[in-house]
């Protein structure tokens, strides 16, 4: 049996480093989740209060089944946030951990092809994203619902641009011979990076698919909050400005309870 | 390939790119400082461009004010964080060079004097010096606005301050002293102590350490410019709707929360793995020093925690620059939202700064008054048992918001309930000092003025966790003297004792014990006059945060400004102490104190990699007064008993 590799920096055998590498991800991951999970009770919490009836976007109703009615010529994509970048996200990961198989038999080509085609879907994943975000049918402060949706879709974008930066480097440095059979580990961290991020897709796709519609149909209603206008000619009380100035002062009276 | 020996290994080396260290040679606070100038300019010029002239948002501000001053903050956190070097180490890794072990060991400052402490430097030890200095110099920033706040207090005869400004500096000093307060234990304790206590070579990962101390640098000038374009005027907590009123200075504040959290949860991580995977062959949990598991407790809990304050903040800059509404009624937002993110942290960073500092206390007393420590595995079921309670108190902050009012009682029962693993922790240090006799030395004084401390603000907090005593306490002078005698009464002088018991393996020397002691003494002293007599003038009535009030509370607000300039002069003298002694204090040996942990069995100075073979431990750090069976002179007498004397 061939000795294990050593460190170059601290000379700890390579399975040693590895360990803690592994831990300290967790830990990383474990951070990220409660980020995550901010974001997550914030949608809930907003959802199941539908404060002033401003849940869902320009305070209408909708329902479990409603479409987003995206402005996309792709709609089937934007229509469902999350989902079909969940299915994008898993092909990557599935596809890299094809790879990790492939080098661990002894076959350092297959991580490089494995690793530059998931590197290729995250880069889709990352542009649809970005579509998706571009032509949602809302602004984000159309209601807590599309508020909520913006943070959710924008996290999973940066967690997308992580994931391409650490393919970029896993496909350079296995072509480098730096991650190899002997030495797989930093392939396999990100393989469980990659699988904590469509953990947290998923969480956003469960969100937005089954708490949709409010269950709250009769909302508190906290008044009505109105701006001292000094231009105005008649210093009456415009109905809809918010005291955070989220809202114009002449803003239709359409949006106002 | 070339290799290097490690440890008497030769190890394979990847190839040498230049001299060790390559571009980081360069690198150092003033190139950060340049970049992060530079590119804030750059930032904000960029943004100014969006807005035309003299745009007004709806509230009839300047719409480009806040948008600018974001993008500079931007930019300052990358140009400062770039200059310093943070992003060589990703690059090159994504480039496939790795380091060497001579650019590990340039990174690590070897050879590099002082300048070492203005260095991207991953030494453990370096970047626990670092976080020390950090702490001291907020604590500074944050003391002196206390002293401008104490002043406008006092001078009841007159308003010094313009009320606008008054409550920023309200909102500062809170802030800056709760960072701080988090800092200051945790920082240099679980940086520099935690490693060497572990028996281990360095942190797990040095650049990660690295990486959190010049992420709280940065976050400093944020908080500090804040003041200067409005400040923060709602207190530290920022409450919402407050929040989006406020003009940019809350940008200030709301980037200096992002960066300090992400700092915190990245040192969290590195301390936890440390502890999980680098402690000394030999060193079970039964055998581990009740530090460690203070450090890896306040750790974890800053690890789920942070997080939500840091979301707090960011939900907010999103409600403020691109109008989502998550805080915003009308639009179905709501602000006890912002409530229950804030104190999902706020709670838990109690005991992030209070569970560290009771650790100290339970490491110095064994050692100053030479006994086992008493019940230690009642030690650790109290830290656990803080752990598992801190996520769950959190709503006792909101009672008189309205926030569920059908949520209020088992909120006070959990509350109440948590007292009961931190009178574990109290029950550890009274029967660890029950009959005993003392090592009168500043650290031991520096216990006793915590259990002081301790105690008043404890038993004030059942108080306040009370639903009924709530309603009339919480919004006045009564919860401001409490919360003081929590986290500066159990914080501030607990990071003390520490300083003073680790200054000789720190720095080689004595802290100076008698100008030292008087710095103390003349800041607890001062430390009781403004809180008691705040405590009086809260049970008075007198409402917090207000800058005018009636003419009944000022005999103790007299009193309690003097107080304050009596911390403020007991500080400066204990920061002469370390800084004399520093420089020219007595040399200290290695173990100035006999004491038992790995921590002191190594020499001082500490070298690169702490110890020259790794440690094996064998038994717990505590067993003072308790014969050692394998001393080898026990060990002959026994023989000599059994066997008898060779005559």
Known sequence: ?257 | MSTATIHQVEVPQPKQHGKPGGIMRHLNFLTGLIGGVVLALVFGFLMSLQFPAGALTPTFANAASGPVFWAMMVGWVVGFMGGMGAFVGPIRWLLGRDLTHEDAEFMAGKDQGKFRYWRFTTDHKVVGIQYLIVAMIILGFGGLLAMLIRTELGATWTEVFNPDFYNSLVGTHGIAMVIAMIVIVSGPVGNFVVPLMCGARDMAFPRLNALSIWLLVCAVPPLILSLMVGGIRDGWSVYQPLNAQAGPGMIGYQTTIIVFAVSTALASVNIMTTVLTMRAKGMTWSRTPILIYGAFAAAAMGLYAFPFYMYSQILSMTDRLINTSFFDPIEGGSVWLYENLFWLLGHPEVYVILIPSMAVMMELIPVFMRKPLFSYYMAIAGIVGVVGLSGLVWAHHMYMTGWAPQANYPFMLSTEMISIPVGFLVLVVIGTMWRGTFWSRLPMMAVFAVIFNKMIGGVTGVYLSDVPADQYFHGNMFVTAHFHYMLMGAGLFGAMGAIAYYFPKMTGRYLDERTGSIGFWTAFAGFQITFMSMFVAGLQGQPRRVLQFDNMFNISNWISTIGAYIIGIGMLIFLAAIMSSWRSGQAAPSNPWHAQTLDWQTQTPVPLENFPVLPVVTKLPYDYGVPDPLDPKKLEEKYDEKVGAPS
């Not at chain 1, 934007?78 to 898993?90: K, M, S």
């Not at chain 1, 231009?231 to 100035?245: D, E, H, I, K, R």
Request: hydrophobic residues 50%; contains cysteine.
């Open chain 1, 1 to 257: 049996m061939s000795a294990p590799l050593l460190s170059p920096t601290t000379g700890e055998p390579v399975p040693v480093v590895a360990r803690r590498n592994r831990l300290g991800l967790i830990f990383l991951i474990v951070a990220d989740f409660s980020g995550t999970m901010a974001l997550i009770i914030s949608y809930c919490y907003l959802w199941s209060l539908n404060v002033n009836n401003g849940w869902a976007p320009n305070q209408q109703t909708f329902g479990n089944n409603d479409l987003l009615k995206s402005r996309s010529p792709l709609p089937w994509a934007a229509d469902w946030p999350f989902w079909a970048i969940l299915l994008l996200a898993v092909i990557a990961t599935v596809i890299l951990w094809i790879g990790v198989r492939s080098l661990k038999a002894g076959h350092r080509g297959g991580l490089v092809a494995a690793s530059a085609i998931s590197l290729l879907v995250t880069a889709v994943a990352i542009v649809l994203q970005w579509w998706q975000i571009t032509t949602f049918p809302f602004g984000p402060g159309n209601g807590a619902y599309a508020s909520a949706v913006f943070l959710l879709t924008a996290s999973t974008l940066v967690h997308l641009l992580l994931v391409a930066f650490l393919l970029l480097a896993i496909t350079n440095r296995t072509r480098a011979g730096l991650v190899s059979s002997g030495n797989p580990f930093q392939a396999k961290l990100v393989g469980y990076w990659m699988v904590w991020v469509c953990a947290s897709i998923l969480l956003g796709a469960l969100c937005t698919t089954f708490l949709k519609a409010s269950p709250n149909t009769t909302p508190a209603n906290f008044g009505e909050f109105s701006l001292y206008n000094p231009n105005a000619a008649t210093p009456s009380p415009s109905p809809s400005a918010s005291p955070s100035g989220s809202a114009s002062p002449s803003a239709s009276p359409s949006s106002s309870q």
